[in-house]
Structures are given as C-alpha cells and as structure tokens.
C-alpha cells in the first residue's frame, strides 16, 4: 500500500518555497504521491454543508490563501522527477471541460506521465452561484463533462455532443502521455459518489473518513463494481482518515485500500516544511534517512 500527502497549496502550504521544500522532501523519503484540492470561492458565513466534518463546517478560513490546483502541481512537478501527483479534488463541474482537458494533458505531459485528475461534484451553492453555474444537476454535469474530456484525450479531431457541452472536429493537444488516457479519480464519500466512481472512473479518493467507515465504503464500491462487471483489484483505493494512525495501516492494506493519504498542513519556513516531511515519512512510511 503507498502513502501520499496531502499538504500543499492552501496557508503556508501555498507559498512557493513551501511547495518546493515539501515536494522534494516527499519524494526523498518515500512518499508515492502529493494531492492538492481546490476551492475557488469560500465565503464567510456559509450556509452550505461541509459534507467531511461532523459539525459541518470546512475547517480552511474563508481568507486563507489557496491555490488552484493544477498550477500549485505543475510547480511542485517542477521541482520533482518521480513523485506523483493529483487533484484531491478539483470541482469539474465548476469548469469548462474543454479547458480542463487541455491543462490536465499539459500537466502530465510536463510531469512525464505523473499526473492524475481527481475530481468531485462539489457541495457549496454559494460558489457555484459565484461561478454562474446551475448547483442542481452538478453530478450529471460532472459525468458528461468527464465524458467528453476523455474524447479530446484520447481523439484529434473530436467532437462530441451533449446536454451541457459540445464540440465538432476540434484539436486539442497535447495529449495525456499514457496513450490519449490520464487516470481519473473521483472524490465523494457518499453512496452516490462511491457508485459513481466505480461506475466510470479509474479510481475513488475517500476524503476525512472514520477508519470504522471504511469496510463499508469498500464494500459499496465492490458490489457496484461487479454490478457493472469490473473487478474492485484494477481500481485505484486511496483513503485519507480523519482518526488516522499508523496501526491502522495492516488493516487498510488487507482490505485492498490502495494509497493512505496523509491529510496535514506544513510549517510556515522551508527547513521546518522539509523535517516535518522527514518525521510524517518516520511515522507513516518506516522511512530512515
């Protein structure tokens, strides 16, 4: 089982010599991955529900800086060479799908094949509202959206039609390094989601999750995996635990949880950031220098 980290591009974690001392400290000691997620609106007094806390409140203050995600990676994939990366998550249905086709592509391609795109349908109206995007039907969105990105990848010319984008005979490259696919990886802890993402994804990012919750998460995954005749053994797993500890690792990896993701934020100088890196790879990867 691999263990990634999650800890860029939001407070310190956004400030350029941050990335840089956490990214390569993460790929010194063993690290397989760095996820970074994406809120482009916050708002002070929301009234939407945080769907990841008890309480219901996103813990990230509404003036914290954070950073878009596939520009935070393509910085930490500048100063890497083997870690990978991903999205933990990026709202697709927020987007143009075209456009995130092309920046997707370009970040695997300037990372040599590194990259994968976790996505989500998102939970707060007030930034879709923002964004001037219809919150209801946001799952449907998300999934054509998805659809018609894999055309562009994979097809040049491509064209597609559906109920919320279109396009006839257009290029856009580059293309994933991977043969026209990139691994797609969809977020959500919901039964909704969880059936989504076996149904067409690559993979599920189970997000703040009480270890006790996942054998039946695990178990909602599987049986609509089979349900479509897809075997749960060729799809990604990764999980970040909200009660989290490295006694929970054997557990985890019996079940067929693929990556742990270690969810923290870095302290605010580089030489901290990269001994902090060094004692969470201690902890959670056995690492030694």
């Given amino acids: 089982m691999r263990v990634g980290l999650h800890a860029l591009g939001i407070g310190d974690g956004a400030r350029p010599e941050i990335i840089a001392a956490v990214a390569t400290a993460a790929e ?12 482009v609106v916050l708002v002070d007094a929301p009234v939407s529900r945080y769907p990841y806390r008890a309480d219901g409140r996103i813990a990230v203050p509404a003036d914290a800086d954070w950073l878009d995600p596939l520009l935070a990676l393509s910085y930490a994939a500048a100063v890497t060479h083997r870690i990978d990366l991903a999205t933990g998550v990026l709202l697709l249905p927020e987007h143009n799908p075209v456009v995130v086709a092309k920046q997707a592509a370009t970040l695997d391609v300037l990372s040599a094949g590194r990259f994968s795109l976790g996505v989500g349908v998102g939970w707060s ?3 879709f509202a923002a964004l001037g995007v219809p919150f209801a039907g946001r799952g449907r969105r998300a999934e054509e959206y998805l659809a018609a990105m894999r055309v562009l990848w994979a097809e040049d010319p491509a064209s597609f039609a559906g109920e919320f984008t279109r396009f006839d005979a257009i290029r856009v490259n580059p293309k994933p390094v991977r043969g026209g696919r990139l691994p797609v990886l969809l977020g959500g802890n919901s039964d909704a989601a969880l059936r989504r993402a076996a149904r067409i994804a690559d993979g ?12 039946s998460r695990l178990a909602v995954l599987a049986d609509e995996r089979a349900r479509h005749g ?29 990556e742990l993701v270690v969810v923290d934020a870095p302290p605010p100088a580089p030489d901290a950031a990269a001994a902090w890196v060094a004692e969470l790879a201690r902890t959670w990867i056995g690492h030694r220098d």
């Fill in 28 to 39: 010194t000691h063993g690290f397989a991955r760095l996820w970074c997620g994406e809120h």
């Fill in 125 to 127: 109206a007030e930034e």
């Fill in 204 to 215: 599920w990012y189970g997000f703040n999750i009480p270890a006790r919750d996942v054998p």
């Fill in 230 to 258: 897809r075997a749960l053994d060729e799809f990604t797993v990764a999980v970040a635990l909200s009660d989290g500890t490295p006694e929970h690792l054997p557990d985890l990896a019996a079940a067929g949880i693929s």
